[in-house]
T-cell receptor, first 114, second 114 residues
Framework: DTGVSQDPRHKITKRGQNVTFRCDPI?????LYWYRQTLGQGPEFLTY????????KSRLLSDRFSAERPKGSFSTLEIQRTEQGDSAMYLC????????????FGEGSRLTVL | AQSVAQPEDQVNVAEGNPLTVKCTYS??????LFWYVQYPNRGLQFLLK??????LVKGSYGFEAEFNKSQTSFHLKKPSALVSDSALYFC????????????FGQGTTLQVKP
């Protein structure tokens, strides 16, 4: 399968713990995105990278959230000191080239904070 | 402010009948508009996009969408619904090619009954 892969698919953690999600985009896709989706809502933009550069961050991305894409390939999203409100599906997507191209989404990483 | 609205939480259609899923948008400048579909336990999948050109856009699985600038709408249509079309549909606005931020509507659940 050469699609976008995310790991882990499910994570249950206790409030206050740190969690990290990994996203492997489609190879040669230079853009990588993170979105968050809560139940009954559409996905909300968190951040995006072009190659290794983080070009845009949403105000939703508090200081507890950090994303990296160190070599312009895979990306990690870390949440420190998790809160119950962080419970959501975290979606990764990738795309190629400029502008308004199609995004290819992974199946998501579901986080439950107890 | 840029926004997209899907006024119906759910649309029910009988198999074989035409379907319409509504979407309106608000943006300054020319919009880039997309429809994505989300099947249970599957990642979001691209259906179609409008960038410029013909107002009627054809996409995957027999879906099409009509861009109407005067009504700021981008309704999704299909002439003959299938039970397998049952899923969650998102209208998506990309306000500018310079941003990675897609703005998703809240989603409309399409239920096609045999």
């Amino acid at each position: 399968d050469t699609g976008v892969s995310q790991d882990p698919r499910h994570k249950i953690t206790k409030r206050g713990q740190n969690v990290t999600f990994r996203c492997d985009p489609i190879s040669e896709h230079n853009r990588l995105y993170w979105y968050r989706q809560t139940l009954g809502q559409g996905p909300e933009f968190l951040t995006y990278f072009q190659n290794e550069a983080q070009l845009e961050k949403s105000r939703l991305l508090s200081d507890r959230f950090s994303a990296e894409r160190p070599k312009g390939s895979f990306s990690t999203l870390e949440i420190q000191r998790t809160e119950q409100g962080d419970s959501a599906m975290y979606l990764c997507a990738s795309s190629v080239g400029q502008g308004s191209g199609e995004l290819f989404f992974g199946e998501g990483s579901r986080l439950t904070v107890l | 402010a840029q926004s997209v609205a899907q006024p119906e939480d759910q649309v029910n259609v009988a198999e074989g009948n035409p379907l319409t899923v509504k979407c309106t948008y608000s943006v300054s400048g020319n919009p880039y508009l997309f429809w994505y579909v989300q099947y249970p336990n599957r990642g979001l999948q691209f259906l179609l996009k409008y960038i410029t050109g013909d107002n009627l856009v054809k996409g995957s699985y027999g879906f099409e969408a009509e861009f109407n600038k005067s009504q700021t709408s981008f309704h999704l249509k299909k002439p003959s619904a299938l039970v397998s079309d049952s899923a969650l549909y998102f209208c998506v606005l990309h306000g500018s090619s310079n941003t990675g931020k897609l703005i998703f509507g809240q989603g409309t659940t399409l239920q096609v009954k045999p």
